[in-house]
């Protein structure tokens, strides 16, 4: 026969489980929280302009040269009060080409260009998708909520598949 233990025991062990299922609920939260937080810090920088473009000047680019870094060209505008610019920045990337014309919104007091339109948005918010789906894995491993964790890598998924077939 085995001896039955303590109330007190019981309850001890327990509070104790309890106390350590709430602190890794807690810290793994966090981690996921930081996450998704540093991946909207990280899109934000670029989306402000590509989504908020009242009062910004708009056109196109017409890509003449590209370094490691960046491409340039002539900037020709397409909205109200815009100036003509014989040379603008685009951040070079596997989506800007020698040649192409993209459409853009400068960025306010720079000649630095960030695309714009649908592919500029869907480019800018990368960083969520890859948050995301980071973010995912942990939800699912240290917070044990499978459900939640798929719509988010799905969600990361589908924003990281959409900016590729956009741009």
Excluded at 38 to 53: N, P
Excluded at 69 to 93: H, I, M, N
Aim: charged fraction near 15%.
């Amino acid at each position: 026969m085995i001896p039955a233990m303590p109330p007190t025991a019981t309850a001890s062990h327990q509070s104790s489980h309890a106390v350590l299922r709430f602190g890794r609920f807690a810290a793994m939260g966090t981690v996921a929280a930081l996450i998704l937080i540093a991946g909207v810090w990280a899109s934000w920088g670029t989306a402000q302009h590509v989504m908020l473009t009242k009062g910004r000047e708009s056109g196109t680019v017409d890509v003449k040269r590209c370094g490691p870094d960046t491409c340039t060209g002539a900037f020709t505008p397409l909205s109200q009060g815009a100036q003509p610019r014989p040379r603008v920045e685009l951040e070079k990337s596997v989506a800007v080409e020698k040649g192409r014309t993209y459409t853009v919104v400068l960025k306010p007091g720079s000649d630095d260009a960030v695309r714009s339109g649908p592919a500029g948005i869907l480019y800018a918010w990368i960083p969520l998708g890859g948050a995301l789906l980071l973010a995912s894995v942990v939800v699912a491993g240290g917070l044990l909520r499978t459900r939640v964790a798929w719509v988010m890598a799905l969600s990361g998924v589908a924003l990281l598949t959409a900016a590729f077939v956009v741009v």
